[in-house]
């Protein structure tokens, strides 16, 4: 009982201090955000992970590394500086909609997704996880919002 308590614990304080882990910018690391920071639209492009759309086989993601480092950020999204920048982590799959068929559902991680961000822009990433061979799934952005 006292090893659950320590867990939920460590997880809240985690959680808690997720928001300022993200906003420290260690030199050489990518800046990256609360989506709650209140800067300019033109300044920062917005990542939301959270939204994905189970019915089209696109899992939901948690981001744990941005250009080859682990990071904490928000399971919703984050603010992320303009440029190219690579970004994995872990799925959520729910299976209702697309039912598992590949006889060898060993799977291994995923590529790394490389997107050019643009300032100003939203950009919706999930994890697709519709084809046949699980070998084939991965990190996609499915949609973009353009800045105006």
């Given at each position: 009982m006292r090893r659950v308590i320590i867990s939920l614990l460590t997880g809240l304080i985690i959680q808690a201090t997720a928001p300022l882990a993200a906003?420290?910018?260690v030199t050489g690391q990518t800046?990256?955000?609360p989506l709650s920071t209140e800067l300019t639209n033109n300044e920062m492009a917005r990542v939301f992970t959270a939204g994905g759309?189970?019915?089209e086989c696109l899992a939901p993601i948690q981001v744990t590394r941005i250009d080859g480092e682990e990071r904490v950020v928000s399971a919703q999204g984050f603010l992320i500086e303009p440029g190219t920048h690579s970004i994995n982590g872990k799925a959520f799959i729910d299976l209702t909609d697309?039912?598992?068929i590949d006889a060898n559902p060993v799977m291994n991680s995923a590529v790394d997704l490389e997107v050019e961000f643009e300032p100003g822009s939203t950009y919706h990433i999930g994890f697709f996880h519709a084809p046949a061979n699980a070998q084939e799934w991965k990190l996609v952005v499915w949609h973009v919002e353009e800045s105006l």
């Open positions: 906003q420290v910018n800046l990256v955000l759309r189970p019915e697309c039912p598992l």
